[in-house]
């Protein structure tokens, strides 16, 4: 079937428009009547809370899904995307918010897969990856064109997925959450490309809940609530206050360190832990580390990526295999226990990767909340409905899951909620010690602030919770304690009275003046 003409003329500022977008899932109003334009050679940033309907306007605008109502104007003419491909045809390319790789192929495959290139009637490879190569140049990353994905670190895997998208040569870039699994040095690096693009008339559409972040390079910004847009400024005339506000209409911090208990025993003890770097490394991507962590003490561990920070949490989770130390909970080494005999002693994981490690895609709300505490409910060959319900149900209730209920599939909920079952799952078994690598990761404001509020309060009740973060702004949120990692090793520890410049200067960063 032939698909719908593009214009690709230049009529005016506004390269594409949408005029009173609206769609909806049954019942589910994801957007309600949206006015978005997109500028030629600027960045428009789209802020708002998970479930605001950023996401569902942008596969509207790149063609991965129809709207009930509305019209997309591009070059002045209107147009229906029948496809992604078609809308890619028309230059307009997204980066999806969670990745959309293929684990088990090269990352020069991954960048040309369904547009290889065809030489004599067959793929050229070498020409693929040379311009592989020439892609990972220009992001300043060292990566072999022939790596397996699946053996990339997750912020790598974020850089193969914006390769793949400037691989288009698109007129009209959507990048959703870009920066969502990036280092600070990874964020300048890919704001430098943003810039290049621009200048050479490429239009940026920009989701990020990085809202510091964002100012540095936005033009432009929407702010979406409820499927509404409900404010339009330009750069000049918003700050961070201006976009907090009408996206959750008040203004709030992350938190602060909960007060009012005393901490308990050691929980966790870390003895000179060493954990291998990737295969075929000649160095520890945790090097001799050693931290107690107390009943009822929050630690936040920072570092850049590459710091060691997610492999020394998944070495105590059972993860990876150490190569030296000891990990204690509660006095007992658990050196020789499963990760699920981790999980039945009380120590528990919320991985990074909440898409792949931490749900199953198939399953309901409720099967993945019970998931980890099945045991609880079954007898023998026997499971026990009823139980299982009161546990899912105390579970939305405890951590505010936003759901139709426990029989929702996992996939209709927001990534702050998906995060928030993820969370839930791991608190349903009664942990002691409860591990969280990059929790904010890919969620709004509001969200990052119930799960800190949510992990400050089982803090109080003597549990034991060690976040990592590469956001500064989280070390200082709920944190008793701080602690810098660099290069596998512990380079400082502060209290919660730290500046940022300290932490980040502990961790090798550059601070850069404002």
């Given at each position: 079937?032939?698909?719908?003409?593009?214009?690709?003329?230049?009529?005016?500022?506004?390269?594409?428009?949408?005029?009173?977008?609206?769609?909806?899932?049954?019942?589910?109003?994801?957007?309600?009547?949206?006015?978005?334009?997109?500028?030629?050679?600027?960045?428009?940033?789209?802020?708002?809370?998970?479930?605001?309907?950023?996401?569902?306007?942008?596969?509207?605008?790149?063609?991965?899904?129809?709207?009930?109502?509305?019209?997309?104007?591009?070059?002045?003419?209107?147009?229906?995307?029948?496809?992604?491909?078609?809308?890619?045809?028309?230059?307009?390319?997204?980066?999806?918010?969670?990745?959309?790789?293929?684990?088990n192929l090269s990352v020069r495959d991954n960048i040309f897969m369904g547009r290889e290139i065809i030489k004599g009637g067959v793929v050229?490879?070498?020409?693929?990856?040379?311009?592989?190569?020439?892609?990972?140049?220009?992001?300043?990353?060292?990566?072999?064109?022939?790596?397996?994905?699946?053996?990339?670190?997750?912020?790598?895997?974020?850089?193969?997925?914006?390769?793949?998208?400037?691989?288009?040569?698109?007129?009209?870039?959507?990048?959703?959450?870009?920066?969502?699994?990036?280092?600070?040095?990874?964020?300048?690096?890919?704001?430098?490309?943003?810039?290049?693009?621009?200048?050479?008339?490429?239009?940026?559409?920009?989701?990020?809940?990085?809202?510091?972040?964002?100012?540095?390079?936005?033009?432009?910004?929407?702010?979406?609530?409820?499927?509404?847009?409900?404010?339009?400024?330009?750069?000049?005339?918003?700050?961070?206050?201006?976009?907090?506000?009408?996206?959750?209409?008040?203004?709030?911090?992350?938190?602060?360190?909960?007060?009012?208990?005393?901490?308990?025993?050691?929980?966790?003890?870390?003895?000179?832990?060493?954990?291998?770097?990737?295969?075929?490394?000649?160095?520890?991507?945790?090097?001799?580390?050693?931290?107690?962590?107390?009943?009822?003490?929050?630690?936040?561990?920072?570092?850049?990526?590459?710091?060691?920070?997610?492999?020394?949490?998944?070495c105590i989770a059972g993860r990876l295999r150490s190569n030296g130390g000891k990990v204690l909970l509660e006095g007992q080494d658990v050196?020789?226990?499963?990760?699920?005999?981790?999980?039945?002693?009380?120590?528990?994981?919320?991985?990074?990767?909440?898409?792949?490690?931490?749900?199953?895609?198939?399953?309901?709300?409720?099967?993945?909340?019970?998931?980890?505490?099945?045991?609880?409910?079954?007898?023998?060959?026997?499971?026990?409905?009823?139980?299982?319900?009161?546990?899912?149900?105390?579970?939305?209730?405890?951590?505010?899951?936003?759901?139709?209920?426990?029989?929702?599939?996992?996939?209709?909920?927001?990534?702050?909620?998906?995060?928030?079952?993820?969370?839930?799952?791991?608190?349903?078994?009664?942990?002691?010690?409860?591990?969280?690598?990059?929790?904010?990761?890919?969620?709004?404001?509001?969200?990052?602030?119930?799960?800190?509020?949510?992990?400050?309060?089982?803090?109080?009740?003597?549990?034991?919770?060690?976040?990592?973060?590469?956001?500064?702004?989280?070390?200082?949120?709920?944190?008793?304690?701080?602690?810098?990692?660099?290069?596998?090793?512990?380079?400082?520890?502060?209290?919660?009275?730290?500046?940022?410049?300290?932490?980040?200067?502990?961790?090798?960063?550059?601070?850069?003046?404002?």
């Open positions: 079937m032939s698909q719908p003409p593009c214009n690709s003329g230049s009529r005016g500022e506004v390269v594409l428009a949408a005029r009173n977008i609206a769609k909806s899932y049954g019942n589910v109003h994801a957007l309600k009547g949206v006015n978005f334009d997109i500028h030629r050679g600027q960045v428009t940033t789209l802020f708002g809370e998970n479930g605001a309907g950023k996401s569902t306007l942008m596969k509207i605008l790149s063609g991965v899904v129809q709207p009930s109502s509305g019209e997309i104007i591009l070059d002045g003419s209107p147009v229906s995307f029948a496809s992604s491909t078609h809308a890619r045809g028309c230059g307009i390319s997204i980066i999806h918010q969670e990745l959309s790789l293929a684990p050229d490879f070498a020409e693929e990856e040379r311009q592989t190569r020439t892609l990972m140049e220009e992001l300043e990353e060292d990566i072999d064109p022939l790596t397996r994905v699946e053996d990339l670190r997750l912020g790598q895997q974020q850089i193969v997925e914006i390769a793949r998208a400037l691989s288009i040569n698109s007129r009209i870039l959507i990048m959703d959450e870009p920066t969502s699994a990036l280092s600070a040095t990874e964020v300048q690096v890919l704001f430098k490309v943003i810039h290049d693009l621009t200048s050479r008339g490429v239009s940026i559409v920009y989701i990020s809940h990085h809202l510091e972040e964002a100012l540095q390079i936005t033009h432009h910004a929407v702010v979406l609530r409820d499927g509404n847009m409900t404010a339009y400024a330009e750069r000049k005339d918003i700050d961070l206050e201006w976009i907090v506000r009408n996206m959750v209409g008040e203004n709030f911090d992350l938190g602060n360190p909960p007060q009012g208990h005393q901490f308990g025993a050691v929980a966790l003890s870390i003895e000179n832990l060493s954990v291998p770097g990737p295969s075929g490394a000649a160095y520890n991507a945790v090097d001799r580390l050693s931290l107690q962590v107390r009943a009822g003490e929050v630690v936040c561990i920072y570092g850049l990526m590459g710091a060691g920070r997610t492999e020394l949490l998944e050196g020789g226990l499963s990760i699920a005999g981790r999980i039945a002693g009380g120590l528990v994981l919320v991985p990074e990767d909440r898409q792949r490690d931490g749900l199953v895609q198939t399953m309901t709300v409720g099967s993945n909340l019970s998931l980890a505490s099945i045991g609880a409910f079954t007898n023998g060959l026997f499971t026990s409905g009823h139980r299982e319900r009161d546990l899912v149900n105390d579970a939305i209730r405890r951590v505010h899951v936003k759901t139709d209920g426990g029989t929702a599939a996992i996939g209709s909920l927001s990534g702050g909620n998906q995060q928030k079952v993820v969370i839930g799952k791991v608190l349903a078994t009664q942990p002691k010690v409860i591990l969280l690598d990059e929790p904010s990761r890919g969620i709004d404001i509001g969200a990052k602030a119930e799960v800190f509020k949510l992990l400050s309060e089982r803090a109080k009740q003597g549990l034991a919770v060690i976040y990592s973060t590469s956001e500064v702004n989280e070390c200082l949120s709920i944190a008793h304690r701080i602690i810098v990692m660099h290069r596998g090793r512990i380079s400082a520890e502060f209290g919660s009275h730290v500046t940022k410049e300290k932490i980040m200067a502990a961790s090798g960063e550059a601070v850069v003046a404002h």
